[in-house]
């Protein structure tokens, strides 16, 4: 191996992510830099790294999104370049600015591209100027003739929402021409009812969205590959628990045209290291820009099983200047991956984050399997940063068989001590609509009954409680340990 | 002899019948017999009937037990009839809780007369609502916690005034 151009590089983030980052620094043979908030400091990341500083903070999270603190770590620790993972400070432009300021790099994008790429409408107006499709809109406006004649030139179906609104009031979908200007008229109406603010706009409206985005590797300098789409339209609370690669059931000529897209963005803005496009696809095959990430996805893994891909090496590679990895003609994609988020929390109770201890962690283990975690045996889970646990990614040689393996990998997955969504999870996947790719974002919604836990039948309650029971030491005791005399003459403790 | 588990809110009745040679126990009014019992402690076990292999995972968190079996997690409490109340054992001032839980509801304030069997407090646990009732007549001389706290097994939720000092 040549020298690799970094020496020494600090991972500001903690969990999985910071393990993920680290395992690749070692097979690069660059050292690691981690920080922990006091509370954490016999945490897997801290262990794993070859440096650690602790960091300081009223909150642990407060801790990780310090910038000054955080910078003035990596130049006292000597760093040549920091990694921020995903989440905490991986798309905030003043810290991608202090650490390259500080004379170190940063693994990710310039300041400004996250800049660009964080504001909603800066990135909407970018994309558009940039023949990215955006979802088209009228503007907000009390004028309802010209409003009409705006919205009628968008197309079917429609969305009309209050410019003021919330909470529904004021919404309508119209789905053609002739029922438009009476819909605007009562949108209008009741906007003005309830928000004293009569002006409406519309949008397109996209029927059972799904959301598809594309990982993309920029140069910096106006070259941008990309290395296929993901699929996360299962989401819950906004957020995605399951992704896939490939994307099920998506045209060839489809799939070309959003990947295409989102490399065209890419280049258009230099984009410099790995970013996501994200899209909502609409059953009708017409899709729109929804936002970039300016970072390393959680969900990166699934692409580097079907790409055979070190996303992170990637990174890496980039910022120092290396260039792209890859050209585009050299990128393939083989296979289905399926990446589960297990979360600290209950999917009975609309999946509000639960606390608890790792009592017991057992993983399975399989060539076609990364089960990707931070976890330990006695780690307290706090409420004191996001539930995901863990993440169980896996690959087959096709989706059902990414499916099946998946399935059988929670099956085997066992992390007792706190509430977890791995057993939901798992119904989810062996769902028939989930099998047969019938996806998009209000999956989880749509199917709530048939996702909900079945009740226990007798003889496998049965079987609970008479595992329960041979657990309590003192239940047991009387059952296997006491001396047949003691147990003889009886009774429990009498 | 019978113990009392919680799943999933309700409460079940476990009673060892045989131990030797093989063990039996009546779980909810039915007659189970084990011919395994698997090892003790956290990790992967098997329990076999005579007719069945049970593979599971079980591992214990405070005074519960948790059980995975076939693809789906359980949590278990226990209701030790030597904790609850006044047989908690030492003092008879101390109303203290039976299993950890949360409060749901305070049914008396402080300085209040209670009887013997009083609802003083009622709690829930792995989903089951207890009223915890006083274990004797006296005083209500502090409530220590709220409606909506929680609190872990023995810890003492309501104390009545010592009677010596009443004395």
């Known amino acids: 191996m040549s020298d690799p151009l970094f020496k020494k590089v600090m991972v500001a983030n903690r969990g999985e992510i910071a393990c993920r980052i680290m395992r690749t620094l070692e097979e690069m043979g660059i050292a690691s830099v981690a920080i922990h908030h006091v509370t954490e400091s016999k945490a897997r990341h801290v262990q794993r790294a070859d440096e650690a500083a602790e960091i300081h903070g009223e909150t642990p999270v407060s801790a990780y999104l310090d910038i000054d603190q955080i910078v003035d770590c990596a130049r006292r620790f000597g760093v040549d370049a920091v990694h921020p993972g995903y989440g905490f400070l991986s798309e905030n432009a003043k810290f991608a600015a202090a650490v390259t300021k500080a004379g170190m790099t940063f693994i990710g994008p310039d300041a ?34 010209d409003f009409v004649e705006k919205a009628k030139s968008i197309g079917f179906p429609l969305l009309i929402k209050a410019a003021a609104g919330g909470g529904g009031k004021g919404m309508n979908i119209v789905r053609e021409a002739a029922a438009l200007a009476e819909a605007a008229r009562i949108a209008s109406s009741e906007a003005q009812r309830y928000f004293g603010d009569g002006r409406v706009y519309a949008e397109t409206f996209v029927e059972r969205p799904r959301h598809i985005e594309v990982q993309v590797l920029g140069d910096g300098v106006g070259n941008a590959i990309h290395l296929f789409e993901r699929e996360c339209s299962v989401q819950r609370r906004f957020q995605k628990i399951i992704e896939e690669a490939p994307a099920a059931n998506l045209p060839s000529g489809l799939r070309d045209e959003i990947c295409a897209s989102a490399t065209r963005l890419a ?133 059902e068989a990414a499916i099946e393996r998946s399935i059988h ?17 798992a119904c989810l996947l062996d769902h028939a609509a989930f099998r047969n790719a019938q996806l998009h974002t209000g999956f989880i919604s749509e199917h709530r009954t048939e996702l909900a836990a079945s009740e226990l039948d007798e003889t496998e309650r049965a079987q609970v409680l008479a595992a329960a029971f041979l657990g309590f030491r003192e239940f047991r005791d009387l059952v296997v340990g006491t001396p047949e005399p003691h147990a003889a003459i009886g009774g429990w403790r009498n | 002899m019978s113990f009392r588990l919680i799943l999933e809110g309700k409460e079940y009745e476990i009673a060892i019948l045989r131990r030797r ?10 007659e189970h017999e084990f011919s395994e019992l698997g090892g003790a402690g956290d990790g992967r076990h098997d329990l076999k009937t005579a007719t069945r292999h049970i593979d599971f995972f079980r591992a214990t968190d405070n005074d519960r037990q948790v059980v995975r079996l076939s693809g789906r997690t359980f949590e278990v409490g226990r209701i030790d009839p030597f904790s609850e109340g006044a047989d908690a054992g030492g003092s008879q001032d101390a109303l203290r809780a039976p299993m950890p839980g949360v409060v749901v509801s305070i049914h008396c304030k402080e300085g209040d007369q209670v009887t013997r069997g009083a609802p003083l407090i009622t709690i829930e646990s792995m989903k089951l609502q207890t009223v915890l009732a006083a274990m004797r007549d ?29 004395a």
């Open chain 2, 138 to 166: 006296g005083t209500v001389a502090q409530i220590l916690r709220a409606e909506g706290e929680t609190f872990e097994k023995d810890e003492i939720v309501v104390m009545l005034e010592s009677e010596t000092e009443k």
């Open chain 1, 409 to 425: 990998a929670l099956g085997e997955l066992a992390l007792l001590g706190v509430k977890t969504n791995i057993d939901y999870l």
């Open chain 1, 267 to 399: 280049a258009a803005a230099n984009y410099k290291n790995a970013g996501t496009v994200e899209y909502i696809l609409g059953a009708d095959g017409r899709f729109f820009f929804l936002e970039m990430n300016t970072r390393l996805q959680v969900e990166h893994p699934v692409t580097e099983m079907i790409t055979g891909m070190d996303i992170v090496r990637a990174q890496i590679d980039i910022a120092a200047g290396m260039g792209l990895p890859l050209s585009q003609s050299e990128v393939r994609a083989s296979g289905h991956a399926i990446e589960c988020r297990i979360c600290a929390e209950n999917p009975e109770q609309d999946f509000l984050p639960e606390t608890g201890v790792v009592r017991y962690l057992s993983v399975p283990e399989a060539e076609w399997l990364r089960f990707e975690n931070a976890l330990a045996h006695g780690q307290k889970i706090t409420a004191d940063f996001d539930p995901m646990l863990a993440k169980l990614v896996a690959c087959g040689p096709d989706r």
């Open chain 1, 112 to 145: 400004e591209t996250i800049a660009l790429m964080g504001d909603k409408i800066s990135a909407r107006n970018f994309a558009e100027e940039n023949g990215v499709a955006v979802a088209p809109s009228v503007m907000p406006t009390d004028n309802l003739d």
């Open chain 2, 21 to 30: 040679p093989q063990l039996i126990l009546r779980i909810d009014g039915i």
